[in-house]
């Protein structure tokens, strides 16, 4: 149906056969039909395929309403809000009402009046999927009048008795009538605004300083939580629990290719009059350090490792290998090993270190970025293989490097030291910025396996025998 064709009063939507459907229902029919066809039910959304998913489509299938539990960075709100997809492309609902409402069947007062003093002549209006999403982070500050209503003083003022329905200003979950509504860290909700909540989801009691009101609101009820937050912020009252048909846990991503995905989908990119070539070993080095700290007994593990902390920290080798671009006038982009340095300020922002001494948050983070390095390293090349290289340096060659140094400077490198051009086709490093950083990997590579020495002057790397 095009915008032109769609019913204009009550009328003319009771005759084009117009039949409701609850939220849930809705969900649940549009749900089925992308199953079908085939298509993809949650995009952006990696790695979730084979644990997650299936458990919010079954919950959906049942009507349930659902409360996702994981740590931080574990893209609980992305899938939250991407249930939106699953609603209709547009709503009718009465126009000039203070909740959506659906013409056929309005409950509030304000809805059934006019209905009755219009008749078919009731306009509509049509709410797209996105106008029936609704989002409220929680904190402690949250009143009942946010979520559920208050008496309106303007509306008393202007004449209304205090017995009166009409003088009620309704707060979030009830403006989302015929909608998904989610409460972000739902721990942090104060106990008795929980209560109230209860009875929106179970009894469609809404109470209002004395107003007893029964509004079987039509709203998909959603949820947030860090497990943490049970204990150190709050907890969820077990009755509003027991409500939520299905607890969904999350965790991070399970391989390290979903992890590199996000990185690819979320991080931002570099300016396009610049050619950008990322090594496929610098993106599993970056994807690697967020695995190591997320088994790391110096990282608060309770508090989660972020993927957020992987994309800032390609975010931040990208950008100092934008800076050396521009500082030696060349159009390539392409980030080394001499890169990751510049993660640490981003990922000691992003994790909750273990007590320890001051200081020694950077030697850790250090420690990370080697501990991939080498990962990565060992993954792609055998030491066996790369012995010409070390002879090399074993006979006297030595070779410098740096954050700086400008990628045709590496040129000579490779012809120079017996082995290295060979090693390069591993990591198919063709132009001179892969060649770069390509060399940097290599001797880093053998170094942390203690196969060759380096020194470190200023911003130079030394690497000898």
Same mark, same amino acid.
Do not use: C, F, W
């Given at each position: 149906m095009t915008t032109a064709d769609r019913p204009r009063t009550v009328g003319e939507l009771k005759a084009?056969?117009?039949?409701?459907?609850?939220?849930?229902?809705?969900?649940?029919?549009n749900l089925i039909a992308r199953i079908r066809s085939g298509d993809e039910l949650f995009p952006g959304v990696y790695g979730y395929d084979e644990t997650v998913i299936p458990h919010i489509v079954n919950a959906i299938l049942a009507g349930q309403d659902i409360i996702f539990l994981g740590e931080r960075g574990q893209a609980k709100s992305?899938?939250?809000?991407?249930?939106?997809?699953?609603?209709?492309?547009?709503?009718p609902v009465l126009a000039n009402c203070e909740i959506p409402e659906d013409p056929l069947d309005p409950i509030t007062m304000q809805g059934r009046q006019?209905?009755?003093d219009q008749g078919d002549a009731a306009e509509l209006i049509w709410l797209d999927r996105d106008d029936r999403y609704g989002e409220k982070l929680a904190t402690p500050d949250i009143t009942i009048a946010d979520l559920i209503g208050e008496v309106d003083p303007i509306k008393v003022a202007e004449g209304r008795y205090l017995s009166d329905e009409l003088t009620i200003h309704y707060g979030l979950v009830p403006r989302t009538n015929h909608g998904i509504f989610c409460i972000n860290?739902?721990?942090? @909700? *104060?106990?008795r605004i929980q209560v109230g909540l209860l009875n929106i989801m179970e009894e469609r009691d809404v109470q209002i300083r004395g107003y007893r009101i029964r509004l079987p609101l039509d709203v998909f009820v959603v949820a947030s939580a860090n497990p943490e937050d049970y204990t150190n912020r709050g907890r969820i009252i077990t009755p509003l629990k027991d409500r939520y048909g299905a607890q969904v846990r999350t965790h991070y991503p399970q391989k390290i290719e979903h992890e590199m995905d996000i990185v690819e989908a979320?991080?931002?990119?570099?300016?396009a009059d610049f050619a950008v070539a990322v090594p496929p070993y610098m993106k599993e080095i970056i994807a690697e350090i967020t695995r190591l700290a997320r088994r790391s007994p110096d990282v608060n593990q309770r508090s989660g490792v972020s993927v957020r902390a992987s994309i800032a920290n390609y975010e931040?080798? @990208? *950008?100092?290998?934008l800076r050396r671009s521009i500082i030696n006038e060349e159009d390539e982009v392409v980030p080394r090993v001499s890169d990751l340095p510049f993660v640490v300020p981003t990922l000691s922002g992003k994790v909750e270190f273990e007590t320890i001494e001051d200081g020694r948050e950077e030697q850790i983070i250090d420690k990370l970025i080697q501990g991939a390095v080498v990962a990565v390293f060992n993954r792609l090349y055998n030491l066996g293989d790369l012995e010409p290289v070390v002879s090399r340096f074993k006979a006297g060659v030595s070779a410098e490097v740096g954050e700086m140094t400008a990628s045709s400077d590496y040129k000579s490198l490779g012809g120079d030291i017996e082995g290295l051009a060979e090693a390069l086709q591993t990591v198919e490093a063709s132009s001179p910025g892969e060649v770069a950083a390509g060399i940097e990997f290599i001797l880093e590579g053998l170094h942390l396996n203690k196969r060759l020495n380096k020194d470190r002057v200023g911003a130079k790397i030394h690497y000898r025998g």
């Open positions: 084009s056969g117009y039949e409701p459907l609850s939220v849930r229902d809705e969900m649940r029919k992305r899938i939250i809000r991407s249930l939106t997809a699953l609603l209709n492309e547009s709503l006019i209905v009755e860290e739902l721990p942090d @909700l *104060a106990e979320e991080h931002t990119p570099v300016p931040s080798m @990208l *950008a100092n290998a």
